[in-house]
């Protein structure tokens, strides 16, 4: 889901279906933060950031109101869901700033 101001940010959410397990994908960005997105045909480097207390609480209430079904899957679930904030590691990329005006989508199921 794109955040906010269009060189932001982007979450993603390892809902992983609400299987009892984190899907595998999450670990990698915990242990090498350091990533690339494809968005709108551009390939950008961006840091993963794994979201905690207050900042994980508003990132998840956007997550569910742009997709509902988040929340039943919490609720099959013990684990919290990991959330991530992909932030561009070079905010001054055009393929950053050409993102303006995208609609959000939510990738990593």
């Known amino acids: 889901m794109r955040e906010g101001d269009p060189a932001s ?11 009892p397990g984190h899907p595998a994908w999450t670990g990698n960005l915990l ?12 390939d950008i ?12 609480d508003a990132a ?3 997550v569910v109101r742009f997709w ?7 609720a099959r679930v013990e684990r919290e869901i990991r959330l991530f904030r992909l932030v561009p590691r070079d905010p001054v990329d055009p393929g950053v700033t050409g993102a303006a005006g995208a609609s959000g989508q939510v990738p990593g199921h």
């Open 9 to 19: 940010a982007w979450v993603v959410v390892g809902s992983n279906y609400g299987r």
């Open 31 to 42: 242990a090498h933060p350091d990533a690339e997105i494809s968005w709108k045909g551009r």
């Open 45 to 56: 480097p961006v840091r993963a950031q794994l979201l905690r207390g207050a900042e994980r």
């Open 60 to 62: 998840w209430a956007a």
């Open 68 to 74: 509902p079904p988040y929340a039943r899957y919490q």
